[in-house]
């Protein structure tokens, strides 16, 4: 059973930075897709990153294309989201998810939630003076 923990979430100030890991266990194969998925207070779970494990190909929502960066250890079946220059908008909970990308089209839908059955608790990132 694929389970999947996120770490690294806290309280940083406006234009400060964090990484967030997702170590990831149960993996049937080397061939998954790891996404981040963003949830602000009163809204819904958007596709923020995502990450091919075997290739290492990543896909960014345009909010933080520039800012964050998505990364994968298989050593350590840990995925990572660094963060930079944060803002308040980017305040929420910040889940993992991940699933078998199969077909030539999965990854480009990447940012639906729908498409990610394995997801973790998720944890909190708060941006604020």
């Known amino acids: 059973q694929v389970q999947l923990v996120e770490s690294g979430g806290g309280l940083v100030q406006p234009g400060g930075s964090l990484r967030l890991s997702c170590e990831a266990s149960g993996f049937a194969s080397d061939h998954y897709a790891i996404a981040w998925f963003h949830q602000a207070p009163g809204k819904e779970r958007e596709g923020v990153s995502c990450i091919s494990t075997t290739y290492g190909t990543t896909y960014y929502a345009d909010s933080v294309k520039g800012r964050f960066t998505v990364s994968y250890d298989n050593a350590k079946n840990t995925a990572y989201l660094q963060m930079n220059s944060l803002s308040p908008e980017d305040t929420g909970r910040y889940f993992c998810?991940?699933?078998?990308?199969?077909?030539?089209?999965?990854?480009?839908?990447?940012?639906?939630?729908?498409?990610?059955?394995?997801w973790g608790q998720g944890t909190q990132v708060t941006v604020s003076s």
């Open positions: 998810a991940a699933d078998r990308p199969l077909g030539t089209t999965w990854f480009s839908r990447w940012i639906y939630e729908a498409n990610y059955y394995y």
